[in-house]
């Protein structure tokens, strides 16, 4: 059974910063060679969840268009940790941020929820302007 638990969110004024993080387990998922994806991703109120960036085993990334230059994902597979570094903040990030996992070492670079089997509780983030 996969678990992720987020935690960092929380408010930011607008241009500022927040670390997200995901524990994650078992250990497996932090396996260079065990396919699998890691994501996060983001949900609007009213709106479905759309993805904000990704991570695959081998470390290839896949961002947002949105938040391209802005956020930055990152895998430390010694403490089994996904974390979303959001800089630059704005109020339309505004959102509840979720972790996501998958047994698929590779995912279209458009990736949406269907491809991921395993979520957190999610962890909201604020941003005022």
């Known amino acids: 059974q996969v678990q992720l638990v987020e935690s960092g969110g929380g408010s930011a004024q607008a241009g500022g910063s927040l670390r997200l993080s995901c524990a994650f387990s078992p250990s497996a998922y932090a396996s260079p060679t065990f396919p699998n994806s890691m994501a996060w991703f983001r949900q609007f109120p009213g709106k479905e969840r759309e993805g904000v960036a990704s991570?695959?085993?081998?470390?290839?990334?896949i961002y947002a268009d949105a938040v391209k230059g802005r956020f930055t994902i990152s895998k430390d597979n010694t403490e089994n940790t996904l974390t979303l570094q959001l800089n630059a903040l704005k109020p339309e990030d505004t959102a509840m941020y979720y972790c996501?996992?998958?047994?698929?070492?590779?995912?279209?670079?458009?990736?949406?929820?269907?491809?991921?089997?395993?979520w957190g509780q999610g962890t909201q983030v604020t941003v005022s302007s």
């Open positions: 996501a996992a998958t047994r698929l070492g590779s995912i279209p670079p458009d990736f949406v929820p269907r491809f991921f089997t395993f």
């Open positions: 991570i695959s085993n081998s470390g290839n990334t």
